[in-house]
């Protein structure tokens, strides 16, 4: 990555204000779902940059909005930013200004981002708004990249200390133009007061008949005043616009947080085949073997160990507890120190308590299993009746016989046991014997004439 220079760069506490493009159709990801919306990691990609925005905590975040505008509005309402319509698709410059109206009466600086590039961190935008402030004092700021393939991205023709000298989209730029590498990311920061009115002179005499938002650049520069571009890596400025792209992305993303997940003490066995969330979080000495995958809202405690081919989405893990292989921990589920849920468990808002243990083969929902208790192999709580939802709560050191079905709402108490294949629809007292099934009869002889009289009708039959 090129290093521009500069001198006198200037932390600045300026009120910050954030406009997202959010008004593209998104045709090429040919879906219903809202480009923006689409998930990385587990989560929207206008969320993952929202949320970074949010971390600079502006004064303002405007996001603008167009095509699918509902779907965008349900999913920003609750952060309570700003929203700002794009009735036509005219160009970035025309899209950002959109946002004037809601950014009336704001002095400060203005961060100028892009819904679907979503992975643009807070340090990076931070280093945009110190440079607007260095002593040279640009008029804005353009973050640039230099990727394997310029393609058709815009070019930014600077000197060695990032001054620009010039901005040119591909479509209007000329063969040695093109040879330039530095690419214009899109993402800008601009001076409120210098930025609409830029833009209200911004034409659309080009090749594509659009109003271009690094118009503006060139525009101070026929007043008199320069702008700057400064650099990042192509990953943190990777656009998505298919479905291909969102692949992209997502791998990047993965591969930068399982690093991570080494560096900060955690064992991959085969990183490349585990997936986190945006928000997964993982203690000391945790170990995850092959082909696991982490949903939204996982925090694992140190020194757990999450065996292959589990899939855990809001759940908790305790220190030192054993989860799977082939186990599925659903929204709820929370396992106490030192607890294991074996193969082919499924656990939904159950908390076990510390040294339980369902090893296999065993639904566990809307229940509370006691510290030391044991789950044998087949047993399930009953906890719908097609209508409503039920707890079933199991007491410490209780012993649940294989093949079992606990009926809630139940309560089986401290020390109880229940007797392997029992259908238990009371509660079941402390350190008492619960065995609900008939009683065992032999018949003699009875399975031998059966197959001789059953052989014989299909003699007949033939």
Same mark, same amino acid.
Not at 46 to 73: D, I, K, M, N, Y
């Given at each position: 990555?090129?290093?521009?220079?500069?001198?006198?760069?200037?932390?600045?506490?300026?009120?910050?204000?954030?406009?997202?493009?959010?008004?593209?159709? /998104?045709?090429?990801?040919?879906?219903?779902?809202?480009?923006?919306?689409?998930?990385?990691?587990?989560?929207?990609?206008?969320?993952?940059?929202?949320?970074?925005?949010?971390?600079?905590?502006?004064?303002?975040?405007?996001?603008?909005?167009?095509?699918?505008?509902?779907?965008?509005?349900?999913?920003?309402?609750?952060?309570?930013?700003?929203?700002?319509?794009?009735?036509?698709? !005219?160009?970035?410059?025309?899209?950002?200004?959109?946002?004037?109206?809601? !950014?009336?009466?704001?002095?400060?600086?203005?961060?100028?981002?892009?819904?679907? +590039?979503?992975?643009?961190?807070?340090?990076?935008?931070?280093?945009?708004?110190?440079?607007?402030?260095?002593?040279?004092?640009?008029? &804005?700021?353009?973050?640039?990249?230099?990727?394997?393939?310029?393609?058709?991205?815009?070019?930014?023709?600077?000197?060695?200390?990032?001054?620009?000298?010039?901005?040119?989209?591909?479509?209007?730029?000329?063969?040695?133009?093109? /040879? +330039?590498?530095?690419?214009?990311?899109?993402?800008?920061?601009?001076?409120?007061?210098?930025?609409?009115?830029?833009?209200?002179?911004?034409?659309?005499?080009?090749?594509?008949?659009?109003?271009?938002?690094?118009?503006?650049?060139?525009?101070?520069?026929?007043?008199?005043?320069?702008?700057?571009?400064?650099?990042?890596?192509?990953?943190?400025?990777?656009?998505?616009?298919?479905?291909?792209?969102?692949?992209?992305?997502?791998?990047?993303?993965?591969?930068?947080?399982?690093?991570?997940?080494?560096?900060?003490?955690?064992?991959?066995?085969?990183?490349?085949?585990?997936?986190?969330?945006?928000?997964?979080?993982?203690?000391?000495?945790?170990?995850?073997?092959?082909?696991?995958?982490?949903?939204? /809202?996982?925090?694992?405690?140190?020194?757990?160990?999450?065996?292959?081919?589990?899939?855990?989405?809001?759940?908790?893990?305790?220190?030192?507890?054993?989860?799977?292989?082939?186990?599925?921990?659903?929204?709820?589920?929370?396992?106490?120190?030192?607890?294991?849920?074996?193969?082919?468990?499924?656990?939904?808002?159950?908390?076990?308590?510390?040294?339980?243990?369902?090893?296999?083969?065993?639904?566990?929902?809307?229940?509370?299993?006691?510290?030391?208790?044991?789950?044998?192999?087949?047993?399930?709580?009953?906890?719908?009746?097609?209508?409503?939802?039920?707890?079933?709560?199991?007491?410490?050191?209780?012993?649940?016989?294989?093949?079992?079905?606990?009926?809630?709402?139940?309560?089986?108490?401290?020390?109880?046991?229940?007797?392997?294949?029992?259908? +238990?629809?009371?509660? +079941? *007292?402390?350190?008492?014997?619960?065995?609900?099934?008939?009683?065992?009869?032999?018949?003699?002889?009875?399975?031998?004439?059966?197959?001789?009289?059953?052989?014989?009708?299909?003699? *007949? &039959?033939?």
């Amino acid at each position: 990555m090129a290093s521009f220079r500069w001198q006198g760069v200037a932390m600045t506490n300026r009120p910050l204000a954030a406009i997202v493009l959010a008004a593209g159709k /998104g045709t090429r990801m040919k879906s219903d779902l809202h480009k923006v919306l689409h998930p990385i990691a587990g989560r929207p990609m206008l969320l993952h940059l929202l949320a970074s925005v949010e971390a600079l905590s502006p004064a303002c975040t405007v996001v603008v909005v167009g095509a699918g505008r509902e779907q965008v509005e349900s999913a920003v309402a609750p952060l309570g930013v700003a929203v700002a319509h794009q009735t036509e698709q !005219l160009g970035t410059g025309h899209a950002v200004l959109q946002a004037e109206r809601a !950014l009336d009466g704001f002095t400060g600086d203005v961060l100028i981002l892009y819904g679907d +590039v979503p992975l643009v961190g807070v340090e990076t935008m931070r280093r945009m708004t110190e440079r607007l402030h260095a002593d040279d004092a640009p008029a &804005a700021v353009v973050l640039g990249f230099c990727p394997d393939d310029p393609g058709a991205y815009g070019r930014v023709i600077a000197d060695a200390d990032g001054r620009i000298a010039r901005m040119v989209e591909y479509k209007d730029a000329s063969p040695e133009e093109r /040879g +330039v590498t530095l690419c214009n990311s899109g993402l800008m920061a601009v001076r409120s007061d210098d930025l609409f009115a830029l833009l209200a002179r911004v034409g659309n005499d080009n090749a594509a008949a659009e109003y271009y938002l690094p118009d503006v650049v060139m525009l101070a520069a026929a007043d008199g005043r320069g702008s700057a571009v400064i650099e990042t890596e192509t990953d943190e400025v990777a656009g998505v616009n298919s479905r291909g792209e969102l692949a992209t992305v997502e791998l990047g993303w993965q591969q930068r947080r399982r690093a991570q997940a080494m560096i900060d003490g955690v064992t991959l066995t085969a990183p490349d085949t585990v997936w986190f969330a945006y928000d997964t979080a993982l203690g000391r000495d945790v170990r995850i073997e092959p082909n696991v995958v982490f949903g939204p /809202g996982v925090t694992v405690a140190d020194r757990a160990v999450i065996h292959a081919f589990s899939h855990l989405e809001g759940a908790t893990v305790g220190e030192g507890a054993s989860v799977g292989p082939y186990a599925r921990l659903r929204p709820g589920a929370v396992l106490g120190k030192n607890s294991r849920v074996g193969n082919f468990v499924e656990v939904k808002k159950t908390v076990l308590g510390e040294g339980a243990k369902a090893n296999h083969l065993t639904y566990l929902g809307d229940a509370d299993v006691g510290a030391g208790a044991n789950i044998g192999a087949g047993t399930i709580t009953c906890n719908y009746d097609g209508f409503f939802k039920y707890r079933t709560a199991i007491g410490a050191g209780a012993f649940i016989g294989s093949n079992s079905a606990l009926v809630a709402p139940v309560t089986i108490g401290d020390g109880a046991i229940v007797a392997a294949g029992s259908v +238990v629809t009371a509660d +079941v *007292e402390a350190d008492a014997l619960a065995l609900v099934r008939p009683p065992q009869t032999a018949k003699p002889n009875w399975a031998k004439r059966f197959r001789e009289m059953m052989s014989a009708r299909k003699k *007949e &039959a033939r």
